[in-house]
């Protein structure tokens, strides 16, 4: 069978907006990706009518930005009410350009740690059903699904695996949330990425790869034979979303810890990403 590969537009772009996406598109769509990453970082950053005429034929994803200052969790009730407004734009923005799902880690600001105990973890938890489920609900009536993303230990301390999201979301699974899953995290907080797939089972609602150092997937330390053999016993039949970072902008270069060039350039990284998805097996993909 034949699955979508996508890419990010972070590669290159940061933050994305109506004036530098029509290019870019452009460019990903004669790389020959099947589907995109657009990041909304900022409410008002893209209008639907714009990326719906730059998209072409490519298969569009959204993806959020939990900057400082956007938490469900921990957090007063005004900045939890401007993150969840934050969260109806992508919603929104998803709904009105045929995305199928919107992706992040909705629950807290990335970079954000506190060290908590079991009851206020549980209680953690609770305030995030709580705070995420309107928006459940606000997907389903768009139909989109909210992909929750588990980071590594040193971009957040609430949802690290597979395990976690699935206890931390619980009922709200299966009504318009899922789990979004990124490699490069599974590799560094999982024992097995393979298994943590097969645990996420039907709940997983978009996979985002890259190499263990954060370039280009393949020819790198991560197990991608045990990944897609994963993905097919769990039926998975989403597309394949590399995300890597540009270096040349520097927030977010700092937020993604990208300290040196993970490629000749980025669209070779783009490249020699795709060449290696598009060489896996039929059968693994």
Known sequence: MHRSIGVNTWVWESPLTDATLPPLLARIAAMGFDAVELPLENAGDLTAEVVRAALGGLQPFVVGAMAPGRDLVSAGEPVIAETQDY?????????????????????????????????????????????????????????????????????????????????????????????????????????????????????????????????????????????????????????????SFTADNASIATAASIWRPLAESQDALARDGLRFLRSVPAAAL
């Open 87 to 243: 969260l109806r734009e992508c919603i929104a923005l998803a709904r009105d350009i045929g995305a199928g799902a919107v992706c992040g880690p909705f629950y807290s600001s990335t970079g954000r740690v506190w060290r908590m105990d079991e009851a206020a973890r549980r209680d953690a938890y609770a305030q995030l059903r709580r705070n995420l489920a309107p928006l459940a609900e606000e997907a389903v009536e768009a139909g989109v699904v909210l992909g929750i993303e588990p980071l590594n230990r040193y971009e957040t301390s609430l949802l690290n695996t597979t395990a976690q999201a699935l206890e931390a979301l619980g009922p709200l699974l299966g009504r318009g949330v899922g789990l979004a899953l990124d490699t490069y995290h599974l590799g560094i907080e999982e024992r097995s990425s393979a298994d943590a797939i097969r645990a996420a089972g039907e709940h997983l609602v978009h996979l985002q790869v890259c190499g263990n150092d954060r370039g280009a997937p393949g020819g790198d330390q991560t197990d991608w034979t045990g990944i897609f053999t994963a993905l097919d016993a769990i039926g998975y039949r989403g597309a394949v979303n590399i995300e």
